[in-house]
């Protein structure tokens, strides 16, 4: 299965500047690198239509990803963006349950689910974050937890709207740590994540997954070899260009 290798931006970056990491980022790939791994970058709202328009205007083999959507559709919800605004901007994927949104803006397995239908109704492509405290992992609960994230956030959905979907496991104690999860570690979530879909009858040839938590050029082969994934979810590394690149390189 082709890789996915996701930049998560995070709130960095004026439109201005996002467009300048994109051409640097553009400028060191080499060229039909886009046969063998799919790249997607998520910028923050700001900067979506500028870099679609650097991405369409350059046929750029990059595809571009918000990092949220709102589970609303329309109306009287102030501030908020939906997935038929992301799809006008021919937004291709979104990030979806974050931890840093579970954490910092109480989002719950039930809005996630709803952003879901909302992404899959637009025919956008969702990455849909899973994963484990440190408290929890400690009490060996992390099996628990991800697959209840999984059972919540796919509850009611229908299978023909699943087409090609990632999964990115990020152990919440691995993100911007420095400390990345030990491929061993991560292998009995994914494997139970898979196992509940599969007794679910959903598609598995439809999803991808993904490790994410402090990803860095260091480690990229460790999880890129290893057959549980089949891509990475990237946040502090993607916004610096030489990083962003050699892991690419050493995705491909
Ligand atoms: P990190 O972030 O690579 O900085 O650990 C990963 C993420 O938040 O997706």
Known sequence: MKKLI???WK?????????QLLQKI??????????SIDIVIAPSHTSLRSIQTVIDADNLSIQLSAQDVSAFDNGAFTGEVSSYQLKKLNVTWCIIGHSERRQNFDETDEIINKKLSLLLNSEIKPIICIGETQDQRNAGKQ???????????FKNIRKDRL??????????WAIGTGV???????KEVVKEVIDYLDSKSFDIDKF???????????????????????????GGNSIVPDKFVEILLKSK
Do not use: W
């Open 208 to 234: 991808r997954f993904l490790y994410g938590g402090s990803i860095s050029p260091d480690n990229t082969e460790m999880y890129i070899n290893d057959d549980n994934f089949s891509g990475l979810l990237v």
């Open 143 to 153: 099996v628990d937890v991800c697959l209840k994230q999984v059972q919540e956030i």
């Open 6 to 8: 996701v930049g998560n």
């Open 163 to 172: 087409h090609d979907v990632a999964i990115a496991y990020e152990p919440v």
């Open 26 to 35: 553009n400028y060191s790939l080499p060229d039909g690198i886009e046969t």
């Open 180 to 186: 990345n999860a030990d491929p061993e570690d991560t």
């Open 11 to 19: 709130l960095n970056l004026d439109h201005l500047e996002a467009i």
